[in-house]
Structure formats: C-alpha cells, structure tokens
C-alpha cells in the first residue's frame, strides 16, 4: 500500500518497507504458518535494522498473522480456514463498496488499465503466482480509483490473509471460477457498470467463501 501527497507518490518508510517484505514472505508461505522465529531471524531476512522490524512485528501482530509469545519467540499464524471464513465475511462489504467507488470514480487511462488486466487474467489459467500478481495489481488499482484510504487500509491484511490461503492450497484449488468471476467484475468496473460490478464482486467472494469451506472439510477429514 503507497500513500500518495499531493498526487506525488510518497516513499515508504523504513518500517513500512519492513511491513512489505515480512508481509510477501508469510503471504508466499517462506515464512511457514506454524513456525516460531525470533525477531533476530526476521531482523536478518529484512536488513533494516530492529527499529523498523519491531514496528513492522506490532501491525503484522494486530492483523493476526504473527502471534508474540513472550519468552518463546513469534508464532507465524497457521493458515486457518474456519477463520478464512471470518475475514470473507468482513472483507466482503469493503471490496463491495471499493468496487462501487471505482467504477464510479475511476478515470479514462485507469478504466484501460483495468481492461488490460481483465484480459490478463482471462489468459492466467491455473498459473497462481501469475494469478495472485494480477489480483494485487487490480486490488491496488482499484484502491486508487476508489479513492478511500480508510477503505484500502481495513482491506489489505484481509487480503494477505486470503493470499496466504491461495499460496498453501494453490496445489488442489481451481482457480477458473475466481478467475472468470474476477474478469466479468473488472470489465464491468471499467465500463461503468456500477450494479453489474458489485453482483460479479459479490459472486467472487461467494466463490471463494465455498473454496474456502472445502477446504475446512477437507482438513476435517484428514
């Protein structure tokens, strides 16, 4: 996530840098759910020094990805997929109404970026990393139409979470239906289509809240 001041892009700070990289390691699972670490081990992984590290460990805490345990070390939260379950059902009003102010506010050369990724992703097919980096491509264009940085910031660890969840079922989850579902709500974000944008963003959260569940008994069963 990047602020913007006064429509010049700000450079992140040093603990929002550390944010990023802690943040794209639990997401592509090297930092494995589950796993203690120390905070030396995430300061050696960052390289910027405890400061920034310690600040980035206190928000990854608060969005529940990392759990401190005194004396012990920092427990890397397990990908749950009861509690994934939870996060669709906050997540879904906010994507509503970021997809809602998009497709309102977005400008000419923003509604052809959006389209170039609807092809994108239209072409992805079971290719997940290709798929999650599209999906963060679009969710930070769409944060930027939408124009709500209260709405961007209660999104993005809703969205870690769910990344972390693709990444460690990426081998048994089709992606066609989140994909498709992704592409039709996109296009119609671009072309203005303000109803047709929120019913196609309601079935992909409704796509993946069934995956989701699938999961869960598939985890039950084992």
């Given at each position: 996530m990047r602020d913007r001041v006064n429509g010049a892009q700000?450079?992140?700070?040093?603990?929002?840098?550390a944010y990023d990289v802690l943040e794209h390691q639990l997401v592509t699972l090297q930092l494995a759910p589950g796993a203690i670490v120390s905070e030396a081990q995430l300061n050696e992984r960052v390289g910027l020094g405890r400061t920034p590290?310690?600040?980035?460990?206190?928000?990854?805490?608060?969005?529940?990805?990392?759990?401190?345990?005194?004396?012990?070390?920092?427990?890397?939260?397990p990908v749950d997929s009861g509690a994934l379950l939870q996060v669709l059902e906050a997540r879904?009003?906010?994507e509503q109404q970021t997809v809602r102010l998009a497709a309102l506010n977005a400008?000419?050369?923003?509604?052809?970026?959006?389209?170039?990724?609807?092809?994108?992703l239209?072409?992805?097919h079971d290719r997940h990393d290709e798929f999650l980096r599209l999906e963060v491509?679009?969710?930070?264009?769409?944060?930027?139409?939408?124009?709500n940085p209260y709405l961007q910031a209660a999104l993005a660890p809703l969205r870690t979470h769910c990344r972390r969840f693709w990444y460690l079922h990426q081998a048994r989850l089709p992606l066609s239906e989140v994909i498709t579902g992704l592409s039709s709500m996109v296009r119609l974000v671009a072309r203005r289509d303000c109803n047709g944008a929120l019913k196609a963003a309601d079935g992909v959260m409704s796509v993946i809240e069934r995956l989701a569940g699938g999961a869960r008994t598939q985890a039950a069963s084992v």
């Open positions: 700000r450079q992140p700070s040093l603990a929002e840098q590290v310690r600040e980035a460990m206190q928000r990854l805490a608060q969005q529940r990805l990392i759990r401190v345990m005194p004396r012990k070390g920092l427990l890397i939260e879904r009003p906010l400008r000419d050369e923003q509604r052809s970026a959006l389209a170039g990724i609807a092809r994108a239209a072409v992805s491509e679009l969710d930070d264009l769409l944060d930027t139409c939408a124009g």
